[in-house]
């Protein structure tokens, strides 16, 4: 299995614009997290999906900010409209339900400028 | 939630056993502690986890005192290639993967 597949690795963009991030989970996990990770606030938890269901989307810092999960090989995380604040490293990570190790991508590098 | 406190660095040589501490005084009994740990530029790894017993994987072994208020990850050996940030953490229910929360970790440099 090739793990968790991100795109793109790096996205520079300009203030105001929309930004998708996207996320192919590994093959039969049913669970699936975006994280951001910044030099100030450390690995934070965005979301959390279950069987293509967000569970606790209480890590969202606003309505900027919205994901999807339409089936269980594709995710999405959407930024709109971006703002220089959202640079960061976004991970996304899959488990099986309930397993206690989650499996996480190569991450997405945003910059906002 | 329940919090866990690791050193902010730690330096081991290379071919040496490293020892890990993580205090987590307000431990729950159904919390779960896991490790992760993050090489430059890449996503976090699993490790290890466990309750109350000790634990042993191809990557390392997890110490779990008997009052649970503290653990200890061993790397038997360490290489250049276990430089890293080490998570200590927590969760619930169960032992899932399903609420990890980071904290800042311990950086590991391994010295050659």
């Known amino acids: 299995d090739a793990g968790v597949i991100q795109s793109p690795r790096h996205e520079v963009t300009e203030m105001g614009q929309e930004v998708t991030l996207r996320c192919k989970p590994i093959?039969?996990?049913?669970?699936l997290f975006w994280y951001r990770q910044t030099m100030m606030r450390g690995l934070e938890l965005l979301i959390y999906f279950n069987n293509n269901v967000p569970i606790d989307d209480s890590g969202m810092p606003e309505d900027r900010f919205s994901a999807k999960m339409p089936n269980a090989s594709f995710s999405t995380l959407k930024i709109q409209p971006s703002e220089p604040r959202d640079s960061a490293v976004y991970f996304c990570a899959s488990s099986i339900s309930g397993g206690p190790e989650a499996f996480f991508g190569q991450g997405t590098r945003l910059t906002v400028v | 939630d329940a919090k866990t406190t690791q050193p902010n660095s730690m330096e081991s040589n290379e071919e040496e056993p490293v020892h890990l501490p993580c205090n987590h005084s307000t431990i729950s009994g159904t919390d779960y502690i896991h490790w992760y740990r993050q090489l430059p530029s890449q996503g976090p790894e699993y490790v290890i986890h466990g309750l109350t017993s000790n634990v042993n994987n191809r990557m390392a072994s997890l110490a779990i005192a008997e009052d649970r208020k503290s653990s200890t990850l061993i790397l038997h050996r360490a290489t250049l290639r276990d430089a890293a940030v080490y998570y200590c953490i927590l969760s619930a229910p169960y032992g899932s993967a399903r609420q990890l929360t980071f904290g800042s970790g311990t950086q590991l440099t391994v010295l050659p």
């Open positions: 093959s039969g996990h049913n669970s």
